[in-house]
């Protein structure tokens, strides 16, 4: 059964700092890793997926990274704002499924 | 990107009854999936629902207890039977949607139920 860990568990940074948020699987049989966001009492937001075949991906300040051999993915967020306080969470798909990390939740101090 | 919808939003049920969630997506896809999110903790699957298939339970989850429907390419429900206080929690529909480079899951905005 894949097992994904998200360490730390909660992350309080001044604004202007960059965050790094990690996320180890168990299974490195994946197919892809996507990181999401979830504001508080609210659905997921797909930030970044990452094929299994890829080491990283970027999107603005968002960059992820995936070292599927030591079943490691980092998501680094650079010059965090306010705005950037969320849950965040990685996902592993593999057998037709996702399996989610307990998240890491961030806050971001103006 | 896909969008999906839910309905309800939030409801406050009375322990014993049923309610059912709804979930549309704007375009066909094969695969949907029910997700529990319940306080303080992160997703956990109940069921994958196939269109012309039963759904298929994840340990832990029984069809008597969260009946699933799939009637056609772009819509899924989901009752919650027998309601208990432990059943408070936001209940998220997903849809996969399949290229030719991956598989991507997007998320309905969730239901927040809670019970009396």
């Known amino acids: 059964k894949q097992e994904v860990t998200q360490i730390p568990a909660a992350l309080s940074v001044p604004e202007g700092e960059n965050l790094v948020l990690n996320c180890s699987f168990t299974?490195?049989?994946?197919?892809?890793l996507q990181w999401f966001r979830q504001d508080p009492g609210k659905g997921l937001t797909s930030l970044l997926l990452?094929?299994?075949?890829?080491r990283e991906q970027t999107s603005g300040r968002l960059n992820a990274s995936l070292d599927k051999s030591s079943g490691r993915s980092t998501l680094y967020i650079a010059a965090s704002q306010p705005g950037d306080s969320a849950t965040y969470l990685c996902?592993?798909?593999?057998?037709?499924?996702?399996?989610f990390g307990a998240g890491t939740t961030v806050t971001v101090r103006a | 990107s896909a969008v999906i919808s839910q309905k309800p939003s939030r409801d406050i049920c009375q322990r014993g009854t049923s309610l059912t969630i709804q979930c549309q997506v704007d375009?066909?896809?094969?695969?949907m999936f029910w997700y529990r999110q319940q306080p303080g903790q992160s997703l956990t699957l109940i069921a994958t629902?196939?269109?012309?298939?039963?759904?298929?339970?994840e340990s832990g989850f029984v069809i008597d207890k969260f009946p699933i429907s799939r009637p056609n390419l772009t819509f899924s429900t989901l009752t919650v039977s027998n309601m208990s206080p432990e059943d408070s929690s936001i209940y998220l529909c997903?849809?996969?949607?399949?290229?030719?480079?991956?598989?991507?899951?997007?998320f309905g905005p969730g239901t927040r139920l809670t019970v009396l």
């Open positions: 997903s849809a996969d949607f399949r290229d030719s480079l991956t598989d991507t899951q997007y």
């Open positions: 990452i094929q299994s075949s890829q």
């Open positions: 996902a592993v798909f593999n057998d037709y499924k996702l399996s």
């Open positions: 629902a196939n269109q012309g298939s039963e759904a298929t339970y």
């Open positions: 299974d490195s049989a994946i197919y892809n």
């Open positions: 375009s066909q896809v094969t695969m």
